[in-house]
């Protein structure tokens, strides 16, 4: 069993950053590309962000397309993701998944997922 936990999540201002970061419990996580999708309060969850398993193709959704920036270390079997410009709008609870899919953008395609982290970004 794969167990993801996210953190960084927290308050900030509209125009401000912030640094969300998902640690896997297991080694071989390594070999699984990891993505970012988020829940806003009465939406459905949607794609963010994912990166392969080696960090050389990244896909992103247009929302955040610019301002966010996904990237892992496979040595510490960490994925990040960057957030800059943030608007109110990219508040949501935000969730890590890992799969063996490749770079989706698609949740079905993920196997794992942690536990979410709440970003608010205040106007």
């Known amino acids: 069993q794969v167990q993801l936990v996210e953190s960084g999540g927290g308050l900030v201002q509209a125009g401000g950053s912030l640094r969300l970061s998902c640690a896997a419990s297991r080694r071989t996580i390594w070999n699984f590309a990891m993505g970012w999708f988020r829940q806003a309060p009465g939406k459905e969850r949607e794609f963010a962000a994912a990166v392969s398993w080696t960090g050389g193709t990244t896909t992103y959704a247009d929302s955040v397309k610019g301002r966010f920036t996904i990237s892992r270390d496979n040595a510490k079997y960490t994925v990040y993701l960057q957030m800059n410009s943030l608007k109110p709008e990219d508040s949501a609870v935000y969730y890590c998944?890992?799969?063996?899919?490749?770079?989706?953008?698609?949740?079905?395609?993920?196997?794992?997922w942690g536990q979410g982290t709440q970003v608010t970004v205040s106007s």
């Open positions: 998944a890992a799969g063996s899919n490749g770079a989706s953008n698609s949740s079905r395609k993920y196997d794992y």
